[in-house]
């Protein structure tokens, strides 16, 4: 596949940054009768993005589509040629810059028609290529920016120090390291993420998981769960296999 397939990604403008992490774009042209699926792990994360090669279910022929927090592994069959350019959210910032609730975006798709004001959408429908689609997201999203909230502000203080201290496996030592009540905490996420910190957690900790067995790790796979939350083998086992599709100990010996 990536023979045939160019992954890119670029940062947005400083107006934009509280927001969105990243631009990213995909670009491919496969051989006939030739297809490759595509999969992601789970981000707790909202992307926008113009798709020309890629049909949606429920979309119509819409291009512009936002795809919400998606909750397992996100599979997409890529054949002919085609393109995506998106904006890949901070976990919150699509409702956080839009007013959406993240809720109702959850494990699905929908033209960005629905969150979006009809001017953002037409600037976004009328990009003809991945050339010049950080200036054109750049654009159209700069109108939609504000000040933060400092209920946004708090949740990306929460996420940041879910992503950069590996030793957090709870969510109650999240909380006491933020200074955060059980109760906000539920509040922000519900409300800006549309999953639980409880869900966020674990799935950073799974994609250190990952990161350490594509990394070389060779040692037990009962000690490399344990290290990040799962004390019962069974649990991590099937949970593993469900997001990458294969079970852990066949991921540690695939061939590097």
């Excluded at 981000?43 to 279910?57: F, M, T």
């Excluded at 390291?177 to 549309?194: A, I, K, P, S, W």
Aim: proline residues 5%; negative net charge.
């Amino acid at each position: 596949m990536a023979q045939h397939v160019t992954l890119e990604r670029a940062e947005c403008s400083a107006q934009l940054a509280p927001w969105v992490e990243n631009y990213w774009s995909l670009r491919w042209d496969l051989p006939p009768d030739t297809s490759y699926l595509s999969s992601t792990l789970p981000h707790p994360a909202c992307n926008l993005s113009v798709e020309r090669g890629i049909r949606r279910d429920g979309v119509d022929d819409d291009p512009v589509v936002v795809t919400g927090v998606v909750t397992r592994r996100f599979d997409v069959t890529i054949r002919g040629a085609g393109w995506v350019y998106a904006a890949k959210f901070r976990p919150g910032g699509l409702a956080a810059l839009t007013g959406a609730h993240a809720r109702d975006l959850r494990d699905v798709t929908v033209a960005a028609t629905t969150v979006f004001d009809p001017a953002t959408t037409d600037a976004l429908r009328d990009l003809a290529g991945t050339d010049g689609g950080r200036e054109t997201f750049d654009d159209a999203l700069a109108r939609l920016a504000t000040t933060p909230t400092d209920d946004y502000l708090l949740l990306l203080e929460v996420i940041a120090a879910m992503l950069a201290d590996r030793s957090l496996l709870r969510v109650a030592e999240v909380e006491q390291r933020c200074g955060v009540g059980t109760r906000t905490l539920q509040r922000l996420f519900e409300r800006y993420v549309g999953v639980t910190p409880k869900w966020v957690l674990s799935r950073y900790r799974m994609h250190d998981v990952v990161t350490d067995l594509d990394a070389g790790y060779g040692g037990s796979l009962a000690d490399l769960a344990a290290k990040y939350g799962w004390f019962d083998q069974a649990h991590f086992t099937r949970e593993f296999t469900d997001l990458i599709g294969v079970p852990p100990g066949s991921y540690q010996r695939r061939e590097r």
